[in-house]
């Protein structure tokens, strides 16, 4: 899949590509500079739901990074979203810090969502998921991501507690964010553009770029974050392009 | 697989099929003793790994049951088999209740080890885990089971977690407790006997059955512990018979 040669939207992944932990990627501060100042769209999309889009925003700014809040598509977004569409009350398995912009469980709950519970994802907390599921109620889940990279190093991301929880109860679970289409065609339908006219930034093979290739989005893969030398030769996911940072992707993008 | 006419040994499985959680199930306690007259040989065949042999031991009797310690077999017991047939050293995440009898983690470990922890399956100690497994050591697990019959529901079992961290970390763990082949080989190699002189009785269609039968042990599926309804059409594993409860196991195998 070719780079388009004038996007009009990029969209961009934030830990592993802006950031790693609480520190900018060297370059991605005046990089980021300079995309906003040519003009194309730019949408920041996150699995991340272990803190509130507030947060995570504050948390950009300190690095200097100037992004709004309206700019930023967060999973549990596309979760809240997923139940009005369906009509469902939900059991969270969620992180408490994003409690307050989900609001509570159900007492009658018809669905279990999960989002990065971290150290939430306790015995009792997981068990009493699994028994709503073999009630069954559906399995819902915000991401499914392996890991991620900490300042410490590559941790566990909350993937392994959903394909768990699939595992003993024999349901599959629903992911709504990314790689989810329909989690990256709510983007491009909010922006209003088609998927050829977009382009996706990430540091996941399978889920940023996975993600958005399968629904005709090119896909350039930064190796930073949890990038690793095999993604460079996947035989499943073929990226748009592969450059060494943010710097360097919106470099290819705004200098050719 | 027919059901050998005259068996020399029945291998047994315990939960869900003796007891459900503290309490015998109906009639075993007298079929149990009915077998021992028989004089066929007999062993207990258990994935458990939240408490040590003699605890095991000790509420089986409570209940009634006169059982030995040497005839258990532990999953556990397996893994540490293992562990020196490998000449490995192990980071072990598993119940403390068991440390006593396995040992403690050593400083170098060459291999990580995963019992059920239970309660202690944090996202803490599954981390440490799978940061392990990620610096290439192997990955062992005593079971993999999905889920077992408490008293108060269905509960969570380890193989939620050893699936977790197989998904995460990309590596597939070695099972050393039923269903692997080593483990019924092991138990048939102690007896001195063939596979087609022994009878399985369990209530798991997967773990039980089609683990024993694999190795060529005809098994008797029981309608208790976490028995399914739908266990009795499952196109994968086809038990010799499947029966009532135990005692119902204990009066085909005799009263033929």
Redesign the interface.
Known sequence: MPLPPHPKAVLIDLAGVLHVGDEAVPGAVSALQRLQASGIALRYLTNTSRTPRATIVGKLRRMGFAIEESEVFTAPMAAVEYLRAHGLAPHWLVHPDIVPELGPSAMQPTAVVLGDA???????S??TA??FV?RGLPLIAVAKN??FKEPD?????M???V???E????VTATIVGKPAPDYFNGVLAQLGIAAGEAVMIGDDLTDDIGGAQAVGIAGMLVRTGKFRPQDEHDERVQPAAIVDDFEAAVRALLDD
Chains 1, 2 share one sequence.
């Open positions: 971290a150290h939430f994802f306790t015995f009792e997981l068990n699994f028994r073999m392996r890991y190093g590559l941790t566990l991301d993937g392994a507690f394909i768990g929880l595992f003993s109860s024999g």
